[in-house]
Nanobody, 127 residues
Framework: VQLQASGGGLVQAGGSLRISCAASGRTFGSTQMRWSAWFRQAPGKEREFVAARKWSGSESYADSARGRFTISTDNAKSTMYLQMNSLRPDDTAVYYC???????????????????WGQGTLVTVSS
């Protein structure tokens, strides 16, 4: 399984951006990728959980993302998206997509829960 994140860029505070994660070798929701997620890492900080989606459609969000970000998948296109609205300067980070065959619900925010990772795409929000 290979994941390729794209779509990052520079956006003004209050704006919107949609980033994508293309999968090759498997589709989101398949046995190897029943869980998929977005994480982010700001300069000098640890990688943190943003959102996750289970193959059944259930979604989970970090408090910082809930109400502003939406995770979705297009299984026909083997692509996952993160729609980000009302962006703030503290959303500036490299965003990583991740996926895995099985994740315990209590572990969905852990980087160790996911087997496959994309290379990251940089999102910069200017004030």
């Amino acid at each position: 399984v290979q994941l390729q994140a794209s779509g990052g860029g520079l956006v003004q505070a209050g704006g919107s951006l949609r980033i994508s994660c293309a999968a090759s070798g498997r589709t989101f929701g398949s046995t190897q990728m029943r869980w998929s997620a977005w994480f982010r890492q700001a300069p000098g900080k640890e990688r943190e959980f943003v959102a996750a989606r289970k193959w059944s459609g259930s979604e989970s969000y970090a408090d910082s993302a809930r109400g502003r970000f939406t995770i979705s998948t297009d299984n026909a296109k083997s692509t996952m998206y993160l729609q980000m609205n009302s962006l703030r300067p503290d959303d500036t980070a490299v965003y990583y997509c991740a996926a895995g065959p099985s994740v315990i619900q209590s572990n969905i925010a852990s980087v160790n829960a996911y087997a496959y990772w994309g290379q990251g795409t940089l999102v910069t929000v200017s004030s």
